[in-house]
């Protein structure tokens, strides 16, 4: 069955200081992952994007890393502001051809306090 | 940049009345998408269309319908809205089917 979990399920954090943030995956055949951002009362927005053969993938403070042999990502960012504050999803998609081929982790909320 | 736009941020609506939501995205894609996204959920597709008045139940179409007339506007329907439909919707479009799926900013429908 393909499935999406992140860990941890909320997380709170100092200003200034790093984290990370873990999604496994069981989605065959893996196509590609995406990490998206979403602010409460907003719609996700992508960071970054994992293809099969990329290990590290940086935008800005946040890094988005992938072992596709052990099915697992995950997100780092650095330096918090508490503009991080927010869910981060995980949301693998299926090698297959349908468009409904999209596999959504049920999110890691952030909180970056001062 | 892609703008994908959901009609109404907030809306409140009785039990047993009919709700329309409207997405439009104005980047000329194929593939539209309807969600509702619940805590400890995370997001479940209602809908998809893969063209104009093409569309594809996703895992939880029960209670639902979609039309899509236009390529551009892809509006999800609540026959008989009940509480349990009480959640945030969130409408979203990509080029192709590999392709980055964009999200509006959603709307947050409580049904009373």
């Known amino acids: 069955k393909n499935q999406v979990e992140q860990s941890p399920q909320s997380l709170i954090i100092l200003e200034g200081k790093n984290c990370t943030l873990q999604c496994n995956y069981t989605v065959s055949p893996f196509s590609n992952l995406r990490w998206y951002k979403q602010d409460t009362g907003r719609g996700p927005v992508s960071l970054t994007i994992?293809?099969?053969?990329?290990n590290t993938k940086s935008n800005g403070r946040y890094t988005a890393t992938l072992d596709a042999d052990t099915k697992q990502s995950s997100l780092h960012i650095t330096a918090s502001q508490l503009s991080d504050s927010a869910s981060y999803i995980c949301?693998?998609?299926?090698?297959?051809?349908?468009?409904?081929?999209?596999?959504f982790g049920t999110g890691t909320r952030l909180t970056v306090i001062p | 940049d892609v703008k994908v736009t959901q009609s109404s941020r907030y809306l409140v609506k009785r039990t047993g009345e009919k709700v329309f939501l409207e997405c439009v995205q104005d980047m000329d894609h194929e593939n539209m998408f309807w969600y509702r996204q619940d805590p400890g959920l995370g997001l479940r597709l209602i809908y998809f269309s893969y063209d104009v008045k093409m569309k594809e139940k996703g895992d939880i179409p029960e209670g639902y319908s979609v039309s899509r007339e236009k390529k551009e506007r892809f509006s999800l329907i609540l026959e008989s809205a009940s509480t349990n439909q009480t959640s945030m919707y969130l409408c979203?479009?990509?080029?192709?089917?590999?392709?980055?799926?964009?999200f509006g900013q959603g709307t947050r429908l409580t049904v009373v």
């Open positions: 979203a479009s990509s080029l192709g089917r590999h392709t980055e799926a964009f």
């Open positions: 994992m293809t099969f053969s990329e």
């Open positions: 949301v693998v998609r299926e090698g297959q051809t349908g468009a409904n081929n999209l596999f």
